[in-house]
Every structure is written in C-alpha cells, then in structure tokens.
C-alpha cells in the first residue's frame, strides 16, 4: 500500500466531483472534505479561503486541504484536512484534522497511512499536538487515531440530527 497526499489540482478535478457524487450517495460524511458537499463544480471548490471565509466569518479557520493519491494507479482514494487553529466549535467537536476515504478503498490502511502523513505536515506548521476526534460509533477511526498515538481525553455528547444522541469521542495526538 502506498499513497501520496498532494495538494488539489484541476488535473483531479473529475475524480474530487465523483468522490462527492459517491459518499453522498451512501449518505456518508465528507469529513476532511473543505465543505465539498456545499460545491456544485470543482473550481467553486477550489476557492477554498473566500468561500469558507464567507460561510464561517468569524469561525474561519485556515486549513490545508490535500488529496490521497494511490501512485499505482493516480487514483484519489481520500481526502485530509488540518485546520490550523481550534475555534471553540473545533476544540470540542470536529478537531485539527478531518479525514475520509472512499468507501471502496475502506478497511486497507489508506486512513492510517493519510493521518501519519498528516501529522508531519502539522509538525512542520510547528504544532506539538493535534486534537482529532470521531463518532464513538465510528471503531475504524477510532483504531486508526489511536494507531497514530491519540489518548482520548473524553467523550462529548451531541444532539443529531434526528433528535438522537451522538458521542464524539475526542483524541489528544503528541507530535
């Protein structure tokens, strides 16, 4: 298994609009995503800093945003984001870095190996310590945070969207 994480690029363009097009589809989260789900066309994606600033004002949080790539066959399998900074919103809920792969590409390590590649980049941006966090329901992120050395803090009790209750549990990774 090998995977390259790069940064967005038209030249995947077709690939980034099919990976939204799959995980809606499933009704799954596009958790590392830069709000893909809000996008209709790659280029309104692209404008990372204007449109996430005009959604979130006040909440802007500057991120990188970067694609995992499988070299054998330059497919994008994944999507990583590190948020630089923590607003009280992150702090408790969604944390530094957000992550997803596609369902296809799922239980093979890509996760594992997206994150460890992350946390190196969040390293050289200085960081001594990332918070990531993940649905208590959710084990494979919670095996692939605690593989790359996350100590759960605590466990955090959100209202869902359907009126249920959610846990999200939240991870400390010492870089």
Do not use: H
Request: charged letters at 30%; hydrophobic letters at 35%.
């Amino acid at each position: 298994m090998s995977i390259k994480l790069i940064r967005p690029s038209i030249k995947y363009a077709d690939q980034v609009m099919q990976y939204k097009v799959t995980m809606e589809a499933i009704g799954d989260s596009l958790d590392g995503c830069a709000d893909l789900g809000d996008c209709r066309t790659f280029s309104e994606w692209m404008d990372f800093e204007r449109r996430l600033k005009a959604k979130y004002m006040e909440g802007y949080v500057p991120s990188e945003t970067y694609l995992a790539v499988r070299p054998s066959d330059d497919k994008v399998i994944g999507m990583i984001d590190y948020r630089m900074r923590l607003t009280p919103f992150l702090m408790q809920y969604g944390g530094n870095i957000g992550y997803s792969v596609l369902p296809s590409e799922r239980r093979k390590g890509y996760a594992s190996e997206m994150l460890k590649m992350i946390l190196s980049i969040c390293r050289d941006y200085g960081e001594s310590k990332v918070l990531v966090t993940c649905d208590k329901n959710n084990e494979a992120s919670r095996k692939t945070i605690i593989k790359n050395g996350g100590v759960l803090e605590n466990e955090i009790e959100l209202d869902g969207e359907t009126g249920s209750k959610e846990i999200i549990q939240r991870f400390w990774i010492k870089l």
